[in-house]
């Protein structure tokens, strides 16, 4: 065959982005055989056709005439005989051998296509399984994962309660612990759930609340400024020339120092109803935790007793 791998016997065409080349060779008594090859010059497959009908075997599947296009000849070289057979299949060649088209026969019917058997995956994977070997592929790798996060989730668990006062699961992950953990699951967060309980008990019976900081007082030692400061500031721009013989007045000094001490008295009660309102609040939200808590571990129970 060698004296026939001719440019005139290369065809070309381009198949999922690559490059395939079809040689033809005539044989005796009018008929052919067209080896195709990747676009490294490995034979992976061939076809037997009367000489005519495999010439428009390939028109019809898309493959030009190397010849016949001046444009191709500059930028792509022909493979050189002899060629040795592909060790691998593309998806391009998977693609290419589903796709091919036979020429209608003289009645309009269109025959199966008879690939070469000596080129038939070489005992690998049947073609109908290659051409989805990305998508099993990925199903692979999809079930490698859910195996990993499976196992994550049953040897691990959540940050904390979880579980809503509707009985609902925060987080979609802790949602896939409570489903591969079940009752180990259900058992932790009641565990946890009447730790909180007894926690914010004792805090109610003892008045100490960690989760809170006591208000504090606005008066501030080290303020650059204070209110004496800016009604001075002011006074003595209104005042002008008149300002430190008014502000010496023994007058005016008795009632500051007053109204000063009614000042210090007055932070302190404020101080001391912010403090008694701190209180009441901690009391009554630290109430309606425990009944929140109550009702979710009651939730936690339905569970742990449903079958």
């Given at each position: 065959?060698?004296?026939?791998?001719?440019?005139?016997?290369?065809?070309?065409?381009?198949?999922?982005?690559?490059?395939?080349?079809?040689?033809?060779?005539?044989?005796?008594?009018?008929?052919?055989?067209?080896?195709?090859?990747?676009?490294?010059?490995?034979?992976?497959?061939?076809?037997?056709?009367?000489?005519?009908?495999?010439?428009?075997?390939?028109?019809?599947?898309?493959?030009?005439?190397?010849?016949?296009?001046?444009?191709?000849?500059?930028?792509?070289?022909?493979?050189?005989?002899?060629?040795?057979?592909?060790?691998?299949?593309?998806?391009?060649?998977?693609?290419?051998?589903?796709?091919?088209?036979?020429?209608?026969?003289?009645?309009?019917?269109?025959?199966?296509?008879?690939?070469?058997?000596?080129?038939?995956?070489?005992?690998?994977?049947?073609?109908?399984?290659?051409?989805?070997?990305?998508?099993?592929?990925?199903?692979?790798?999809?079930?490698?994962?859910?195996?990993?996060?499976?196992?994550?989730?049953?040897?691990?668990?959540?940050?904390?309660?979880?579980?809503?006062?509707?009985?609902?699961?925060?987080?979609?992950?802790?949602?896939?612990?409570?489903?591969?953990?079940?009752d180990v699951f259900?058992?932790?967060?009641?565990?946890?759930?009447?730790?909180?309980?007894?926690?914010?008990?004792?805090?109610?019976?003892?008045?100490?609340?960690?989760?809170f900081q006591y208000?504090?007082?606005?008066?501030?030692?080290?303020?650059?400024?204070?209110?004496?400061?800016?009604?001075?500031?002011?006074?003595?721009?209104?005042?002008?020339?008149?300002?430190?013989?008014?502000?010496?007045?023994?007058?005016?000094?008795?009632?500051?120092?007053?109204?000063?001490?009614?000042?210090?008295?007055?932070?302190?009660?404020?101080?001391?109803?912010?403090?008694?309102?701190?209180?009441?609040?901690?009391?009554?939200?630290?109430?309606?935790?425990?009944?929140?808590?109550?009702?979710?571990?009651?939730?936690?129970?339905?569970?742990?007793?449903?079958?």
């Amino acid at each position: 065959m060698d004296d026939y791998t001719q440019p005139e016997n290369y065809w070309y065409a381009i198949v999922y982005g690559k490059l395939i080349w079809a040689v033809l060779y005539p044989l005796k008594d009018n008929s052919s055989i067209i080896l195709f090859l990747d676009e490294n010059g490995f034979d992976f497959e061939s076809l037997d056709y009367p000489w005519e009908k495999s010439k428009e075997a390939l028109s019809i599947n898309g493959f030009t005439q190397y010849i016949e296009d001046e444009e191709v000849k500059k930028h792509i070289y022909l493979p050189s005989s002899p060629f040795r057979k592909a060790d691998s299949i593309t998806d391009a060649m998977i693609f290419f051998k589903e796709a091919w088209m036979e020429p209608p026969l003289g009645d309009g019917t269109t025959p199966k296509t008879d690939w070469d058997a000596n080129h038939s995956n070489n005992g690998r994977l049947p073609f109908n399984l290659l051409r989805y070997l990305p998508i099993l592929k990925y199903a692979l790798w999809t079930l490698t994962l859910a195996f990993a996060v499976t196992g994550y989730a049953y040897f691990t668990g959540p940050d904390g309660l979880v579980v809503t006062i509707e009985g609902e699961i925060e987080g979609s992950f802790n949602n896939v612990r409570a489903f591969v953990q079940n009752d180990v699951f259900w058992k932790a967060q009641h565990a946890l759930v009447n730790k909180s309980i007894l926690i914010n008990q004792t805090a109610l019976a003892s008045g100490e609340y960690d989760d809170f900081q006591y208000l504090k007082g606005f008066e501030n030692e080290d303020e650059p400024f204070s209110t004496n400061d800016i009604v001075s500031t002011i006074e003595s721009i209104i005042f002008g020339e008149y300002y430190d013989e008014i502000k010496n007045n023994s007058d005016i000094i008795v009632l500051r120092s007053k109204a000063k001490l009614l000042h210090e008295e007055a932070d302190d009660l404020e101080e001391e109803a912010s403090q008694i309102a701190l209180k009441i609040f901690n009391e009554l939200s630290t109430k309606k935790t425990i009944a929140d808590l109550l009702t979710i571990k009651s939730q936690i129970e339905i569970k742990l007793q449903s079958p």
